[in-house]
């Protein structure tokens, strides 16, 4: 079970960091992906982390967010900085041992504000 949280109403330029409690025991062998899905749109990797430390980014995102994991709480964590209104979303995290995320948060929703 993951149960993501942090979202809320921001204004452009200000930051979040979003937080994903995962209930296994075998957190650290999972890689963990921070997804977000906006009104219209389709859902869309924003971050990703291997089990390893590996990460990814959306050209998107690339500077402004950042996805870590501490192993010993498993919990993965996105900041996000220097936000703007097309970073309005409901932002999910999952995880995947294999090509695919298997498993996925409730999402929590992000708004930015002109």
């Known amino acids: 079970q993951l149960q993501a949280s942090g979202g809320g109403l921001v204004q452009a330029g200000g930051s979040l960091r979003l937080s994903c409690a995962a209930s296994v025991r075998t957190f650290r062998t999972y890689d963990m992906g921070w997804l977000r899905q906006a009104p219209g749109k389709e859902r869309e990797l924003v971050a990703g982390?291997?089990?390893?430390?590996?990460?990814y980014y959306a050209d998107s995102v690339k500077g402004r967010f950042t996805i870590s994991r501490d192993n010993a709480k498993n919990t993965v964590y996105l900041q996000m900085n220097s936000l703007n209104p097309g970073d309005t979303a409901v932002y999910y995290c999952?995880?995947?041992?294999?090509?695919?995320?298997?498993?996925w948060g409730q999402g929590t929703l992000v708004t930015v504000s002109s």
């Open positions: 999952a995880a995947k041992r294999t090509v695919s995320y298997a498993y």
């Open positions: 982390i291997s089990s390893g430390g590996s990460t």
